[in-house]
């Protein structure tokens, strides 16, 4: 019998219309080719199928943590725990296993990441960790999870230094901001015909590290750059306006918030001024609305992959509407669990330990986002590579 978590409230009006359609469900994820009656009917015919994707039938258990928003904090918030929940649903539903799901609501917040980590590393039941999203936060929880043996895999944290040997059991699914600010810099230069790029730079890690290497780029390419400095949650930016003057012609706003950046280029149209706007991947969201601007993303769209199609139905019939932010929120927790099924086959049971020892070798050579996942030895994604997005009339168009 599948061990159950409770539903996060935010996923508990959806699970009752699908409960009310008749189908089965397993831990939240319907499925309609699924047999009618009892859950153990349906449990067994999802086991009957994981002989076809690399693993025994096994009765392998443990409760993985997941460290992402769900409580209204932003642009991206509850999407990559969704993403998360679909992949574990499915990965127990592929391979008959019995993986748990416990949430912990934590995005930019330091001391709400401490408690969460101290709590996570208390229950023994949790064997692995999915997040925390924001890198922030992981380098004030990581030597937490060190301390007690667990891994945890990110979706989002990109700062550079997080691979940087401190932080023994922490991985990354996608490009660190090691490659994404080098990669807004050569963009710009290549690509912009830049005369006086206007830099915005944040008060916060994730703006103020991509601004560093983009302006390091622009430095040595021999291109002329200025630097203006605003806040998180600001709402006034007449002095970035009045900064984009004749010789400026690009605008790089590597900032945290969608919605300040959407105010900044909205002050900057209705001044008459229209700049090239580029962004970074916290701006790869919908709620970033600029039309004709770019953004980089340290991983493919989800939507734009055939290898994904199936996921992202099945993700729009539970959730309704798609955000490509969430896509490596899956194949982080599809790493997790692949690691956690090897030492349960090998050892026969899953541990802390065993997964420790299993996550250098996961490699998934087929995902969702169309892409081989492997880790190198400093735990960060081989081939891992920065897309370049415009805004269209569609929504994004990849441009690079």
Not at 49 to 61: H, P, S, V, Y
Not at 69 to 79: L, S
Request: aromatic share 8%; hydrophobic share 45%.
């Amino acid at each position: 019998m599948i061990r159950r978590v409770g539903l996060l409230g935010l996923l508990a009006a959806t699970l009752v219309v699908v409960a009310g359609c008749g189908l089965p469900v397993i831990g939240g994820v319907k499925d309609a080719a699924a047999p009618e009656g009892s859950q153990e009917a349906a449990n067994a015919a999802f086991i009957a199928q994981a002989g076809d994707k690399g693993f025994d039938a096994i009765n392998c258990d443990g409760t993985i943590a997941v460290m992402a928003p769900y409580g209204g904090f932003g642009p991206t918030d509850t999407v990559q725990m969704n993403w998360a929940r679909v992949a574990l649903d499915t990965f127990n539903r592929d391979h008959g296993t019995a993986y748990t799901f416990e949430p912990f609501n934590v995005d930019f917040d330091v001391e709400a990441g401490r408690a969460a980590a101290q709590a996570i590393v208390a229950n023994q039941d949790i064997v692995g960790v999915v997040g925390p999203k924001t890198s922030v936060v992981t380098k004030e929880v990581g030597p937490i999870l060190d301390g007690a043996g667990m891994v945890y895999v990110s979706p989002s944290a990109t700062n550079a230094t997080l691979t940087d040997g401190s932080l023994r059991h922490f991985y990354r699914v996608v490009a660190s901001d090691a490659l994404q600010g080098p990669a807004i810099g050569a963009f710009i230069v290549d690509d912009l015909n830049p005369s006086t790029v206007l830099i915005v730079r944040g008060d916060e890690p994730y703006s103020q590290g991509l601004v560093g290497d983009i302006e390091r780029v622009l430095g040595e390419r021999g291109v002329r750059y200025e630097i203006v400095d605003v806040t998180t949650g600001q709402r006034d930016f007449s002095e970035v306006v009045t900064r984009v003057n004749e010789s400026v012609n690009v605008v790089a706003m590597p900032l945290l918030v969608a919605t300040d950046a959407t105010l900044l280029y909205r002050q900057l149209y209705d001044a008459g001024k229209y700049p090239k706007i580029v962004g970074g991947d916290a701006l790869f969201v919908k709620q970033f609305k600029a039309p004709g601007a770019f953004v980089t993303t340290y991983a493919p769209d989800v939507s734009a992959q055939p290898a994904g199609a199936d996921t992202v139905r099945l993700y729009e019939s539970i959730f309704g509407d798609f955000e490509a932010f969430g896509g490596p929120a899956y194949i982080a927790m599809e790493a997790m669990l692949t690691a956690a099924t090897t030492t349960c086959a090998e050892k026969g049971s899953v541990t802390r330990s065993g997964i420790a020892n299993a996550m250098p070798g996961v490699v998934l050579e087929e995902t969702i986002l169309g892409q081989r996942v492997a880790f190198d030895e400093r735990h960060e994604l081989v081939g891992a590579s920065i897309q370049v997005y415009r805004i269209g009339s569609r929504g994004f168009e990849l441009v690079e």
